[in-house]
C-alpha cells in the first residue's frame, strides 16, 4: 500500500516527464528506500510505517505532508543522520547502511532551514568546511568557494569573508545552498531550505536553483510545507500521510488534474484557487522586446533614439546585460551618462519561474510588466496582458482536452480517476 514507483521510472527511465530521463547531463544518482521502518525509542505508532520509494537519478523530489508526518525523519535516514529501524536504501546501486556514516554524508549535500551556518566562520570557511575534509588544497576551495557564490547571487568579492550574523536571512540561506553543493555531490537534500525567508527572495532562491539543476541535474530530495513550492520545483511530488505513508507519488500536473484521493485533493486544492498559474511558466508566455540601453551610455543619444523609436521608457542593463532599472526618459533626462541602479526594487523573475511569480511581482512592484532573465541576462518583459492571453488560451484547451468533465473556473482540470490512482496521461 505504501510502496511506490512512479511508472516513467521504473528500471530504465523512458523520459516521459520533465527531465526525467537520466540523459549524459545527469550527474545525480538512484535513491532507492525499501520498506524502511522507523520507530524512535517509546514511540506508540512509527514516524515511518513502511517506506518504499524510487528518487530517479537527476531528478528533483518534493515531500509534502502535515507537521509530523515523517518527512524530516525521512530525509534524514538518506544520509544517515537517522538510521532505519528497519529496511534498506541504496544510492547509486550500494547500500548505505553498509557505508561509514561520516564518509557517506560527505557525498550527501544537506541544507536546513535557516542555511544552519556555523557562526564562528567566515562565508568561505563553511562553504569549505566538506571541500576541506575531502581534503582539496586551499586554491581549489577558494576558487570553488567564489564560483558558488556566484552561482547563488551573491559578488563573492562583498561576501566571501563575512560572518553569518553579518547577512540578511535570505543571504545566509543562499550561503546554506552554496555550502550544499560545495563538494559536488550527487545527491542533495534539503529540508525546508526557504521556509525561514521573505516570499520575493524565497521566489530568487526557487529560480536559482532550478537554473542551477538544469545545469546539473542533480539527484534532489526536497521538504516542503508550500505547495506551490512543490508544484514549482518538483520533477515529482510525494504527497505523505501520518507514518509517511505514500497518498500519492507523480508529477505535479497529475497530482493537480487527478489526485488520487480526496487527501491528496484537499491537500493541494487548499488556499490556492490560480493553480493554473503555478503550473504555467514565464517561458510559455509571449515576450516583449522593450527599448534598452547601457550603464554609461550618452543620455542624449538614447532619448533620441528610443524617441525615435515611438518609446518613452527605456530599459538600463549593465556591461554583462543585467538589468538595472526601468525608467521613463524624463527622468533620464537628469543625468548626462546613464547611471547605475541597484536593480533590488526592480520586478525581475527567471525566465523559469512561474506565471504566479510573476504576477506577484507585478502586484508587489505596482508594474504592469517584470522583467525576465536568463542566468542574470536579460530576455524580454512579460506583460500583465501576456500572462492573462496565456491563462485563457491555457485554460481553454484544458477544457478542450479534459471535455466536459473540466470545471468551470479552470482552476482544476478534470477529476480524479477513480479507485487505482492510476494517472492517465492529459496529454
Ligand atoms: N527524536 C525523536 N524522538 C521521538 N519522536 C520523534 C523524534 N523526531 C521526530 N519524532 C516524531 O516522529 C514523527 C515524525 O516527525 P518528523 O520530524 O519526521 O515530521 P515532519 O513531517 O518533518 O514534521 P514537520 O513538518 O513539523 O517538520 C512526529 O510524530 C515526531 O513527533
Ligand atoms: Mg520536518
Not at 3 to 20: A, K, R, W, Y
Not at 403 to 427: H, K, L, Q, R
Request: net charge negative.
Amino acid at each position: 500500500m505504501t510502496s511506490s514507483t512512479p511508472e516513467s521510472s521504473s528500471g530504465s527511465s523512458s523520459g516521459s516527464t520533465q527531465g526525467s530521463a537520466a540523459d549524459s547531463t545527469t550527474t545525480g544518482v538512484d535513491i532507492v528506500l525499501e520498506n524502511i521502518v522507523k520507530k524512535y525509542p517509546g514511540q506508540k505508532s512509527p514516524a515511518v510505517t513502511d517506506l518504499s520509494l524510487t528518487i530517479p537519478a537527476g531528478e528533483m523530489v518534493m515531500f509534502v505532508g502535515p507537521s509530523g508526518c515523517g518527512k524530516t525523519t525521512s530525509l534524514k535516514m538518506i544520509n544517515r543522520l537517522i538510521e532505519p529501524t528497519s529496511g534498506t536504501i541504496t544510492i547509486g546501486g550500494k547500500d548505505i547502511t553498509r557505508s561509514n556514516p561520516t564518509e557517506l554524508r560527505r557525498q550527501i549535500g544537506y541544507v536546513i532551514q535557516g542555511g544552519g551556518l556555523l557562526p564562528h566562520m567566515t562565508v568561505k570557511q563553511n562553504i569549505g568546511i566538506v571541500p576541506g575534509l575531502l581534503g582539496w588544497d586551499k586554491k581549489k576551495i577558494a576558487a570553488r568557494t567564489d564560483e558558488l557564490l556566484d552561482l547563488v547571487g551573491l559578488d563573492p568579492d562583498v561576501y566571501r569573508d563575512r560572518y553569518p550574523r553579518e547577512l540578511s536571512g535570505g543571504q545566509q540561506q543562499r550561503v546554506g545552498v552554496a555550502r550544499g553543493l560545495a563538494a559536488d555531490p550527487p545527491v542533495i537534500l534539503m529540508d525546508e531550505p526557504f521556509g525561514a525567508v521573505d516570499p520575493i527572495t524565497r521566489t530568487r532562491l526557487q529560480d536559482e536553483l532550478m537554473s542551477i539543476q538544469s545545469e546539473l541535474r542533480k539527484t534532489i530530495v526536497i521538504v516542503t510545507h508550500d505547495i506551490d513550492e512543490a508544484v514549482k520545483l518538483g520533477d515529482r511530488i510525494l504527497v505523505l500521510d501520518v507514518g509517511a505513508e505514500i497518498a500519492q507519488y507523480d508529477t505535479p500536473d497529475a497530482i493537480l488534474s487527478a489526485p488520487a484521493n480526496d487527501y491528496v485533493a484537499d491537500f493541494v486544492g487548499a488556499g490556492s484557487k490560480l493553480k493554473q498559474l503555478t503550473l504555467l511558466r514565464v517561458d510559455d508566455a509571449e515576450l516583449e522586446q522593450p527599448e534598452t540601453c547601457h550603464v554609461g551610455d550618452d543620455v542624449a543619444e538614447v532619448i533620441a533614439r528610443v524617441s525615435a523609436a515611438g518609446k518613452d521608457s527605456v530599459l538600463i542593463l549593465d556591461a554583462r546585460e543585467r538589468p538595472r532599472e526601468f525608467l521613463w526618459l524624463r527622468t533620464l533626462r537628469k543625468w548626462s551618462k546613464v547611471p547605475d541602479f541597484d536593480p533590488e526594487n526592480s520586478p525581475i523573475v527567471d525566465h523559469r519561474a512561474t506565471l504566479n511569480d510573476a504576477m506577484d511581482q507585478m502586484l508587489e512592484s505596482s508594474h504592469a510588466a517584470v522583467i525576465v532573465t536568463n542566468r542574470g541576462r536579460f530576455t524580454g518583459l512579460v506583460t500583465f496582458d501576456a500572462v492573462t492571453e496565456l491563462l485563457r488560451s491555457s485554460t481553454q484547451a484544458a477544457h478542450e482536452a479534459a471535455g466536459s468533465s473540466a470545471a468551470a473556473d479552470g482552476t482544476v482540470i478534470g477529476t480524479p480517476t477513480a479507485s487505482t490512482g492510476e494517472v492517465t496521461g492529459d496529454e
